[in-house]
């Protein structure tokens, strides 16, 4: 199965990765041919087969509701690429 | 010193022949004086290891040691180590410390084990040939005679080569299709994919989360067997990890395999495998006769629809774990960004390399408006069968027996013009990812002077048969033990 | 034309745990930015989730609540879009396997009628963080506090017709999750935020219309312009022959105008998978039992006893029992007042009035329960008379007085109610009227007497500097005029 250039452009605006001219023409082929290797999947019978989500038929554990962490804002706006009284800062966030 | 397994390592620390901080001092001299060459490490964390190792010897004084006390190793570069750069070989963290611990790095740190820094990787784990890392490509220490470098595989490719280059005597690994295993086979190492569950994922960078796991790289099934005793165990941190006992995993490496029902998959003994592998493997296999093992083919029917399944899992798992890197909290950022599209666009365009840029839009694909029932919920369908082809298989046999990859080391950049060539390395591995059962990577035999690894795969949670396979199996052969010229 | 509106919610409430859905981080209001967000819930890499027991014990009671069925194994599912607010860069939430299934429940319309509302289903999710718009040299702070804060989105089927269902059942909601204890209702803090959606169609039609989608409506006044607004402009494009387009809208009550959020659903393609860090949550028996036992007194519950307890006509004993807070102001109401009714009568009338004028919530009157009571108390013994307890609220409200005897006291409010004393006063009074009097023995219509009888209260009144007790004044004469 092949994949269209808008398709690559729209898969790209919703992973938030800038893509140029040239990575366009180059995901095609290579996006392609990952997606002709999926494509066997469409021979398998499937039919009355539940899907697996997980490798163990667990069930989820539950935590009790108790206050377990402290505060570390210092640790991790430390690491952080922008910060200011406490907030992280991105661009304006126009709503 | 450094031609010694972790086991001895240890015996001589108690006995007092050596000390942590000399044998620490030894292998940083190595990595110091080759790691050049390999570049299997992407930090080397010297003064905090020599500080560790002093405190270690001081504990052993004490009389307060265990078998790990003191002894070096290294951590693949995806887990979180509190204060030590972790940059999953990408320039998205390559300046990221965190100020947390993951469970495993905590584990050695209690067990009083020495890291010496942090190994290279294929950048996020994608990759089986360690070329996708943002701090280069690492080379292995086989096949350098013949001129040309050789991949170590991936994407822990980092910790293999760094073993099989007697840089470090034991490395923790990750594996998610095939990660651990491969470069243990194509680096002459031994390596072990516990059961899914077994070993805690937390602080450990997720690529896909219902696939990874962490595990074990070391010479022999001994240490392999003293790593897991460390890193196995449930975490409350980690809601996939599994409350259920640990045995200790060396208690049962001396039991006789007399008996041992080993079944061969037909179909990992195909076309794709090369005859001299295939002599490789089925010698191996004729060992365990000789230790009494009994064999027959089995069949895992729906093992050729495992590479498919997985390229849909893994990315469609790994678009949104990654999502999480976009510039705003930690890691990379952009400089100057306009807007806030372009802080992530741009954040994320420069960040990640290009395997990691295609596996995210892959799977970004696949989870989309349209696509979801085609690809996603049918893989999540075949990944079903796949998983039942091993119980089944395991109704018949103990443990299953198969190469690991079709083909030994191959040279630097042969496959790095097309991605899908480079996925059908892991043809052999990754079912047992989808399956979530455990396997190793042993070594047997050479082709070409490349190592041969033999791949046993187990039912879910029989790593100490596993590693009482390869153990016996090392007491008879002596592949583990060649080196490098 | 004519235009049948029809009403579906979205209601998100926030759990009162103690911690995150996902992390060990307190939930407390009012701290310091990000110093309650932990490596989890900044989405640190390799962090991992995991579930609050507490809050799917909540979700639990809310279902019980709303006589719906649980689900006995709910997954949680990711959410993927790119926010600052975010950090994982896709929220964890529950898509096709939900904790609630369906159910209902019955809201009391003006009209005395009462109306069915089913709940489609109702799921677990978490919240986002903040962002803070003040002026950071252009940039926007990012405020993870709030970040992993449990909710439950409650969504409603398409059952409500009208601004003022729509309002009585998002009250109902309201004092339902508030008496559960599961929420603490403060709305001003978001703690219940609105999502409406409307759409029209020609009256009688079997075929819904498009429908628009407003959001974030945190209060019941702003609901209810947001809804007028709303039916308005899609009546007016509608009747002009245009169309309306499916879209999210954001209210701005302050100027009572809405505008389209269209940019921000464009493009959006969630790709909801299952969350691989989480397992299926498996809910059995005694967990439901155990939630069982936890649920207090719940309004409709509350309702029927106080029309029981107190006498209270069904209207008063539902506008009472709704919402705990007010139900508790008014039974400490009640028991220092004396008469259940007239207690009722003061909590729905003139106290309500004046949290309404002041837009005030119950915990936020400036007066308790107990000091309404006493007032109520002195009502009933005929201590004051119904104009002059006015002046005592008023007193105790504005602080100036802060027990009803005092206030009485000080400002010479009580009622004459000494016999001898009115009795000499009528004997005066009628005195000076004698047409009037033999008018009134005269008259052989009972009704038509008692009337006349009001012609002598202004006088009385009067005579007594307004201090007289109305009702021995109309006793006494009655008995004098009677003969």
Not at chain 2, 91 to 105: I, R, S
Not at chain 2, 317 to 333: H, I, K, M, Q, T
Not at chain 3, 124 to 149: P, Q, V, W
Request: charged content about 25%; proline content about 5%; hydrophobic content about 40%.
């Amino acid at each position: 199965m092949s994949i269209s250039r808008e398709d690559i452009e729209k898969v790209a605006v919703l992973a938030r990765i800038r893509v140029d001219e040239a990575q366009i023409s180059a995901l095609e082929s290579d996006l392609g041919n990952i997606l002709n290797l999926v494509d066997e999947l469409s021979a398998a019978d499937t039919a009355n087969i539940e899907p697996l989500s997980h490798p163990l038929d667990a069930v989820q554990r539950l935590r009790t509701d108790e206050v377990t962490e402290t505060n570390q804002r210092e640790a991790f706006q430390a690491i952080a690429p922008a910060t200011e009284d406490g907030l992280y800062l991105v661009p304006r966030v126009i709503e | 010193m450094h031609n010694k397994s972790v086991a001895e390592l240890s015996r001589e620390l108690e006995s007092g022949k050596i000390s942590s901080v000399e044998l620490t001092r030894e292998f940083l001299d190595r990595i110091k004086a080759e790691d050049k060459l390999y570049n299997s490490f992407i930090t080397v964390t010297e003064d905090q290891a020599l500080a560790d190792a002093k405190t270690a010897d001081e504990q052993r004084a004490a009389g307060k040691a265990s078998v790990w006390t003191g002894v070096p190793f290294a951590h693949k570069d995806i887990f979180c180590t509190n204060g030590v750069a972790t940059t999953a070989g990408s320039k998205m963290l390559a300046n990221f410390v965190p100020p947390y611990d993951a469970t495993v790095t905590a584990n050695f740190r209690a067990a009083g084990a020495v890291c010496l820094g942090k190994t290279n990787m294929d950048e996020f784990a994608m990759g089986s040939s360690n070329e996708s890392s943002f701090f280069g490509s690492v080379t292995n220490p086989w096949g350098l005679s013949s001129g040309d470098k050789r991949v170590p595989g991936g994407s822990s490719g980092g910790s293999a080569a760094a073993i099989a280059a007697r840089l470090v005597p034991a490395a923790t690994a990750t594996d998610t299709g095939g990660s651990i295993r491969q470069p243990a086979a194509l680096c002459g190492i031994t390596g072990l994919k516990p059961t899914y569950g077994r070993v805690s994922r937390y602080g450990m960078i997720a690529f896909a989360s219902s696939l990874d796991q962490g595990g074990t790289m070391a010479r022999t099934a001994e240490d392999n067997a003293l790593m897991l005793n460390v890193m196995a165990g449930f975490d409350p941190k980690d809601s996939t990890s599994v409350d259920r006992a640990v045995p200790d995993y060396t208690a049962t490496l001396n039991e006789p395999l007399k008996g041992l029902r080993v079944g061969l998959p037909k179909e990992y003994f195909s076309d794709q495998l090369s005859p001299a592998m295939e002599q490789q493997v089925r010698n191996a296999v004729k060992e365990y006769e000789k230790l009494g093992a009994t064999v027959k083919e089995v069949s895992l029917p729906h093992a050729k629809l495992a590479i498919a399944a997985y390229y849909v899992i893994a990315p469609a798992e790994a678009s949104a774990n990654l999502s999480r890197f976009d510039g705003v909290r930690y890691g990379y950022r952009c400089e100057n960004p306009q807007d806030l599209n372009d802080l992530y666009t741009r954040t994320r365009a420069e960040g990640f390399g290009d395997e990691v840029k295609r596996r995210i839009l892959v799977g970004t694909y696949a989870l989309s408006a349209g696509y979801f029932d085609a690809y996603y919920l049918k893989a999540q369908k075949v990944r079903r069968l796949i998983q039942q082809d091993f119980i089944n298989a395991f109704k018949e046999v103990d443990v299953l027996m198969s190469p690991v990859s079709p083909s030994p080391a191959f040279v630097q950049g042969a496959n790095t013009n097309d991605p899908v060539t480079m996925y059908l390395e892991d043809i052999f591995t990754i079912a047992v990812n989808l399956a979530g059962v455990p396997a190793m990577s042993v070594p047997a035999g050479f082709v070409d002077g490349l190592p041969v690894g033999l791949q046993i795969i187990g039912n879910y949670f029989e790593e100490a048969r596993l590693l009482n396979a390869a153990h016996q199996f090392q007491q008879v052969t002596d592949w583990h033990q060649k080196l490098p010229q | 034309m004519q235009w049948d509106i029809v009403i579906g919610l979205e209601i998100h409430v926030q759990l009162a745990t103690k911690t995150k859905i996902f992390s060990g981080s307190s939930t407390a209001f009012g701290a310091e930015p990000n110093t309650q967000a932990s490596a989890v819930d900044l989405a640190m890499p390799g962090t991992l989730p995991v579930p609050n027991e507490q809050a799917f014990r909540y979700a639990v009671m809310f279902g019980l609540a709303v006589n719906a069925e649980i689900g006995r194994r709910s997954v949680f599912d990711r959410k993927n879009y790119f926010y600052p607010d975010l950090p994982k860069g896709y929220q964890t939430t529950q898509l096709d396997h939900p904790i609630v299934g369906p159910g209902y429940v019955d809201i009391d319309l003006a009209d005395g009628s009462t109306k069915r509302v089913r709940i489609h289903h109702a799921h677990l999710e978490e919240d986002a963080g903040k962002s803070l718009h003040e002026d950071f040299h252009g940039m926007t702070g990012i405020d993870l506090n709030r970040a992993g804060t449990p909710l439950i989105e409650v969504v409603t089927e398409p059952d409500m017709n009208s601004a003022e269902e729509a309002v009585a059942f998002a009250k109902k909601l309201h004092g339902l999750v508030s008496s559960l204890g599961i929420c603490d209702g403060d709305m001003s803090q978001g703690s219940l935020r609105f999502d409406v959606n409307i759409s029209l169609k020609p009256k009688g039609s079997n075929e819904l219309g498009t429908r628009t989608e407003t959001k974030n409506l945190n209060s019941f006044r702003f609901m209810e312009q947001a809804i007028a607004h709303e039916v308005e402009r899609q009546m007016d494009i509608l009747e002009d022959g245009g169309r309306i387009i499916q879209e999210t809208r954001l209210y701005n009550g302050e100027r009572g105008e809405s505008r389209s959020m269209r940019s921000k659903e464009e493009a959006n393609d969630y790709r909801y998978f299952p969350c691989p860090d989480l397992l299926p949550v498996v809910i059995d028996d005694d967990f439901i039992e155990g939630a069982r036992k936890l649920l207090p007194e719940l309004p409709d519950e509350r309702k029927a006893r106080f029309k029981e307890q107190y006498g209270l006509n069904d209207y008063d004993a539902r506008l009472l029992s709704d919402d705990a807070r007010m139900a508790a102001f008014f039974e400490e109401t009640a028991s220092h007042g004396k008469d259940a009714k007239l207690a009722a009568n003061w909590v729905l009338g003139e106290f309500s009035a004046r949290l309404n004028a002041e837009d005030k919530t119950v915990v936020q009157a400036p007066i308790t329960g107990a000091q309404l009571g006493q007032l109520v108390a002195r009502i009933a013994d005929n201590t004051v008379s119904s104009s002059g307890a006015k002046k005592v609220f008023e007193a105790l409200w504005s602080g100036s007085g802060d027990n009803a005897d005092a206030v009485i006291e000080a400002q010479g409010l009580k009622q004459v109610s000494d016999t001898g004393a009115l009795e000499a006063m009528v004997d005066e009074v009628l005195a000076g009227m004698p047409d009037q009097v033999a008018q009134y023995q005269e008259e052989g219509d009972p009704k038509k007497q008692k009337k006349m009888l009001g012609g002598f209260m202004g006088p009385l009144m009067k005579a007594s500097k307004g201090q007289g007790n109305p009702k021995l004044f109309n006793e006494i004469l009655v008995r004098k005029l009677g003969g």
